[in-house]
């Protein structure tokens, strides 16, 4: 199995910026894509990010597109989702997410759901004031 630990949230006014990690343990060898999800109070989980294990292929959000930078460091087997210009509509929690099949695009994860995705961390809460 793999665990993945979230880090790096908490309270930020609008326009600031945030740099959350996920630490991902349990397995010695991941090699498949990554991503970030996050969830508003009474709304859905939602797609944010993406990156394939060699860092060749990322795959943003519209809402996000141009403001959030997804990387990884897999020699320290961390994900980072560096997040610009925030607004209050970036306030959830955010949430690291690996898939449990096979090597996919990163562009995939898009399309991935809070049901069929492999492992899921249990989030770190980004607040962006007004």
């Known amino acids: 199995q793999v665990q993945l630990v979230e880090s790096g949230g908490g309270l930020v006014q609008a326009g600031g910026s945030l740099r959350l990690s996920c630490a991902a343990s349990?397995?010695?060898?991941?090699?498949?894509?990554m991503g970030w999800f996050r969830q508003a109070p009474g709304k859905e989980r939602e797609f944010v990010a993406a990156i394939s294990w060699s860092a060749d292929s990322t795959y943003y959000a519209d809402s996000v597109k141009g403001r959030f930078t997804i990387s990884r460091d897999n020699a320290k087997n961390t994900v980072y989702l560096q997040m610009n210009s925030l607004t209050p509509e970036d306030t959830a929690v955010y949430y690291c997410?690996?898939?449990?099949?096979?090597?996919?695009?990163?562009?995939?994860?898009?399309?991935?759901?809070?049901?069929?995705?492999?492992?899921w961390g249990k989030g770190t809460l980004v607040t962006v004031s007004s």
């Open positions: 349990g397995r010695t060898f991941y090699t498949n894509t």
């Open positions: 997410a690996a898939p449990g099949g096979p090597h996919m695009p990163a562009q995939a994860m898009g399309a991935m759901t809070r049901g069929n995705m492999g492992y």
